[in-house]
């Protein structure tokens, strides 16, 4: 399969670039894989969709200030660096630009000099492997001098830092939102468990990879970045009794998705685990878990549209962006949302 087969092209004016006033007031597309139906709805609507005993889960990572502007300690040139992992203790896998400055065994300094930075290696990827040196707690210093690492595609800065979070979020470490979960509120969520449905939580730290553009033509050439994860034993408890009563598990992104996924035993279950993954989901993959997603409208070309492709199907999720672009919806990382079931 090409990634050309996942191409569309976007009105620049659709790729939302502030948060919506209210969370779940957010527009939602619901396909039905069975019958190829589109509808319209309102994000909050969500709850006609969830039955009794139904298990929705969410993703409780939190987006870490992961972007540093400093400069190059001896010719004082400007680089910018994204967390993307700790490798060990001091030891982080970071994004550089550019690039040609960040030299192994260069250094670097970042805000007044509270925090510093040794280049040890490089990366297959492009990437450094670089050891910070500071005074305190990294995590307080990061607060400090640390910047929210939004999209590119977002050129505006937003006010408030805790709109790029989920209300739910918990364990830091992402270097990028899960976006699919930044439509619910406290309130919605207490709708859906009077409702009877359950929640569970895991946890998947968001690297950058997962935006990276496919490069290859033939996507299977395509080699994901590893990413950690975590399923504690409540979550994988709730998701083996959902699926042995006939009932739906809801994925709320792909991240959740792959998480999910990943911990997928051959009799559809899933152990409690934490770990790293790489999987990589597109068309012809078979589904163990997953019953419905919920997921925002991504990229062109992106291994997040594969994935949705592969849960929906190639075509119908091609069309059902064409008609989103017709019917304006809101693109991306701030935009509209899709219920796929």
Known sequence: ????????????????????????????????????????????????????GDCLVLNDTRVIPARLIGHREDTHGKMEFVLLRRMERDRWEVLVKPGKRA??????????????????????????????????????VLEKIGQMPLPPYIKNKIEDQERYQTVFAKHEGSAAAPTAGLHFTNSLLEE???????????????????FRPVKEEKIEDHIMHSEYFSIPKTTAEMVNRT????????????????TLESAAQDDAKI????????????????????????????????????????????EFVMNAYKEAIRERYRFFSFGDAMLVY
Do not use: C
Request: aromatic share 12%.
């Open 1 to 52: 399969m090409n990634k050309k087969d996942f191409f569309y092209q976007l009105p620049e004016s659709l790729i939302a670039q502030v948060p919506i006033d209210k969370r779940e007031m957010s527009r939602m597309m619901v396909l039905g894989r069975k019958d190829k139906k589109i509808e319209h709805k309102i994000f909050k609507d969500i709850v006609e969709y969830l039955d009794e």
């Open 243 to 258: 699926k042995l009563n006939g009932k739906r598990v809801i994925a709320v992104g792909t991240t959740s998705v792959r």
């Open 271 to 314: 152990n409690p685990i934490s770990g790293w993954t790489d999987i990589f989901i597109y068309p012809g993959y078979s589904f163990k878990i997953v019953d419905a997603l919920i997921t925002n409208f991504h990229l062109p070309e992106s291994t997040l549209l594969m994935l949705v492709s592969a849960f929906a199907g190639r």
């Open 103 to 140: 030299k192994i065994g260069s250094k670097f300094i970042f805000g007044d000099g509270d925090l510093k930075a040794n280049v040890l290696q490089k990366t297959d990827s492009g990437g450094r492997i670089v050891e910070f040196y500071y005074s305190g707690v990294f995590q307080e």
């Open 192 to 210: 859906i468990a009077k409702k009877g449905a359950n929640i569970a939580y895991i946890t998947l730290h968001v690297g950058l990879g997962t």
